[in-house]
Structure formats: C-alpha cells, structure tokens
C-alpha cells in the first residue's frame, strides 16, 4: 500500500497564554525533538508559522483577515506521510503540540489525481 499524504493544521484559541519559563520551554523543545526523531519517516515537511496578516479571497470581493472574532487561529501547518489517516492521527497524538490544551491539529487527506 502506498502511503498518503496529510497536512496537519495547527488551531489554537484565541484567549490569553502565559509564556513559559525558560526551563518549560527547554523541556518542551526536548519533547518535540524526540517526537520529530521518532516520527521522521512520517514527517515531510514540518511546516512553518502562518504570520497575523492575510486576506479572504471569493469570487466578489476580498476582505482583510483573519478576524479577531474567530474562536480559533490557525497558526501553523505540516505535511505528513501515512499509510492511513488512523496512522497520521497516531503521530499526531503522540506529538507534544496536542498537549497544549486549547490547541487541535486538523489532519485532512491530500488527494492526487
């Protein structure tokens, strides 16, 4: 079976967040470092940051955004590689980003022709 591909992206709410301590943030950077070795072979592209500006594009019109009214931000993506979705949703459940409460990843199927 080939495996698929899947961009995983990243939500978070847009309430307040405290910054974490430096010793927090080395103890998260080594989590994710060891989720990243774990998964290489899973993880295509680990994405990047979407930065705060960007715009709405329909047929009729374009509008600023995103909007400060949105329940959530999108804030980043990645690309993953999977026999299945239920193997995607296993590397992502095992990353350290998900334990973040108030953030979820969306992992939708890229579909080729």
Not at 41 to 63: E, P, Q, T
Request: hydrophobic share 35%.
């Amino acid at each position: 079976m080939t495996d698929k591909t899947y961009m995983c992206i990243l939500r978070s709410g847009t309430g307040g967040c405290e910054k974490p301590s430096p010793s927090e943030m080395e103890l998260q950077y080594a989590k994710y470092q060891a989720w990243q070795q774990k998964f290489t072979n899973n993880i295509l592209d680990m994405g990047n940051k979407l930065g705060a500006a960007g715009s709405v594009v329909r047929h009729d019109s374009v509008n600023d955004g995103p909007f400060i009214e949105l329940k959530e931000i999108i804030g980043g993506y990645m690309m993953l590689t999977a026999a299945t979705l239920d193997e995607a949703i296993a590397v992502i459940q095992a990353s350290p980003m998900v334990a973040n409460e108030g953030t979820s990843i969306e992992i939708r199927e890229v579909c080729t022709r």
